[in-house]
């Protein structure tokens, strides 16, 4: 069974604390994302990585980094957390399609609600 | 930009019907669908892609209306089990990588 695991279910930091997320997928996938889930708001692209040590921004970067060392694991890193960045974190992969456009689902963990205090 | 969903929430008894809407204000190359049940990880549903492949659920059906930019998701007879929240992802061109901008979501609820 495919399965990508978050390390952490629920956090609570303090605010200026560095936080460290941490995502691993057994699936020996290419692709792997980083998405910020709020009310109201859907899920909105943090970052993301189709290779090792290569990443590219999303559509919410700031405020927040990301490392790529192993093909399987993908960290998000909040270098100085912030009581804005309270919220429900998803780490996804996805293998990339060879030949064309990618057709491939998304595997998403179950999330690592984090609460900056 | 994020692709706008309506209705944001539909209660439903069991055995009616349901749709889903999903508009974005650019060009379209697919469109994902996804539910997550409460505390758990959004699953895949179904991909719609330019051009009128589809893959994905056998018990759901979806439509994409390219020249709208819009895709609708269709839940005939509910069933409890299809409670949820149900999110819309688009990609405007095609990559290699499946970088999706989400909908705000639709919570659908199943009453017995």
């Known amino acids: 069974d495919v399965k990508v695991t978050q390390s952490s279910r629920y956090l609570v930091k303090r605010t200026g604390e560095k936080v460290f997320l941490e995502c691993v997928q057994d699936?020996?996938?290419?692709?792997m994302f980083w998405y910020r889930q709020d009310p109201g708001l859907g899920l909105r692209l943090i970052y993301f990585?189709?290779?090792?040590?290569?990443?590219e921004k999303g559509d919410i970067p700031e405020g927040y980094s990301v490392s790529r060392e192993k093909k399987e694991r993908f960290s998000l890193i909040l270098e100085s957390a912030s009581t804005n960045q309270t919220s429900m974190y998803l780490c996804?992969?996805?293998?990339?399609?060879?030949?064309?456009?990618?057709?491939?689902?998304?595997?998403f963990g179950e999330g690592s609600r984090l609460t900056v205090l | 930009q994020q692709p706008v969903q309506s209705p944001q929430a539909v209660i439903l008894r069991e055995g009616e019907d349901a749709v889903i809407n999903c508009s974005s204000s650019k060009a379209l190359y697919s469109v994902h669908w996804y539910r997550q049940k409460h505390g758990e990880a959004p699953v895949f549903l179904m991909i719609?892609?330019?051009?009128?492949e589809q893959k994905g659920h056998d018990k759901i059906s979806a439509s994409f209306n390219e020249k709208k930019q819009q895709s609708s998701l269709y839940l005939t007879a509910s069933q409890l089990s299809y409670s949820g929240t149900y999110f819309c992802g688009t990609e405007n061109i095609p990559t290699s990588y499946g970088k999706l901008t989400f909908g705000q979501g639709t919570i659908l609820t199943v009453h017995p």
């Open positions: 990585s189709y290779d090792v040590k290569m990443k």
């Open positions: 719609l892609l330019k051009g009128g």
């Open positions: 996804a992969s996805s293998p990339r399609t060879s030949g064309g456009p990618n057709t491939g689902e998304l595997f």
């Open positions: 699936m020996d996938h290419e692709n």
